[in-house]
């Protein structure tokens, strides 16, 4: 998916992350970390999508967070979802660009995260998965 969605990705292997998920991590050829997690959707895409962004909260260590959908959400065939998320703790910042999505009975939350300086780097990665997810 990542290659097929013109991304240059090292390799792939298996992390922790969303609790009864499968959960996958990568780099892209530079600074962005990516992350996969995959599970059976249930409690509805929402909720899920609430879920995810309240885990990474969670991980923010006590500092400021932040979330925020994109005006880009849709639905259709394959319901998609994307927000971008913020954690400045300890004189770091962190961001996210995140996608969510459904296919086949599965809740998919793909992640691509970066210093707060370089977001960009970041959305165009989650930008380009979207792309082909919803070509799908």
């Not at 971008?84 to 969510?100: D, I, P, Q, R």
Request: proline content about 2%; overall charge neutral; charged content about 15%.
């Amino acid at each position: 998916l990542l290659q097929k969605a013109g991304l240059s990705v090292g390799s792939v292997s298996k992390t922790s992350g969303m609790p009864g998920a499968e959960n996958f991590g990568w780099t892209d050829g530079g600074n962005v970390k990516g992350t996969a997690s995959v599970k059976m959707s249930s409690g509805g895409f929402d909720n899920q999508v609430s879920q995810y962004i309240a885990q990474q909260k969670s991980q923010c260590g006590g500092g400021d967070f932040a979330s925020m959908p994109s005006p880009t959400n849709s639905g259709g065939v394959k319901r998609t979802a994307l927000y971008e998320t913020a954690c400045v703790s300890g004189g770091s910042s962190v961001s996210s660009s995140l996608l969510f999505f459904e296919d086949q009975g599965r809740f998919i939350a793909i992640s691509n995260q970066i210093n707060a300086a370089d977001m960009d780097i970041a959305m165009d990665s989650r930008d380009k998965i979207a792309s082909f997810v919803r070509g799908l």
